[in-house]
Nanobody, 123 residues
Framework: QVQLVESGGGLVQAGGSLRLSCAAS????????MGWFRQAPGKEREFVAG????????YYTDPVKGRFTISRDNAKNTVYLQMNSLKPEDTAVYYC????????????????WGQGTQVTVSS
């Protein structure tokens, strides 16, 4: 069992930055691929970024490429999402998720989810 707790969300003006963190419980954090997803009101949950178990491979949805960076610190059982040049369309609840074997770009394989953190970008 893995418990995930996100933090770092908030209200920011367009063009600003936020850094989300996701702390995981347990001693098997490095066994899981990690991902960040987001869900805006009235929309389906969508993939934002993913990172391999070692951190050597990262993946991004096109709208955030060049603006967001996913990273992980396996010693601290934490995954991060650095978000720069934020836009109003980035407004959503952001979730981190973990899974031992995932399909990149989808929710498939992610067995554990955090409770989410709200990110609001004002224009």
């Amino acid at each position: 069992q893995v418990q995930l707790v996100e933090s770092g969300g908030g209200l920011v003006q367009a063009g600003g930055s936020l850094r989300l963190s996701c702390a995981a419980s347990g001693r098997t954090f490095s066994s899981y691929a990690m991902g960040w997803f987001r869900q805006a009101p009235g929309k389906e949950r969508e993939f934002v970024a993913g990172i391999s178990r070692s951190g050597s491979k990262t993946y991004y949805t096109d709208p955030v490429k060049g603006r967001f960076t996913i990273s992980r610190d396996n010693a601290k059982n934490t995954v991060y999402l650095q978000m720069n040049s934020l836009k109003p369309e980035d407004t959503a609840v952001y979730y981190c998720a973990a899974g031992p074997l995932v399909v990149v770009g989808t929710t498939s394989g992610y067995n554990y989810w955090g409770q989410g953190t709200q990110v609001t970008v004002s224009s």
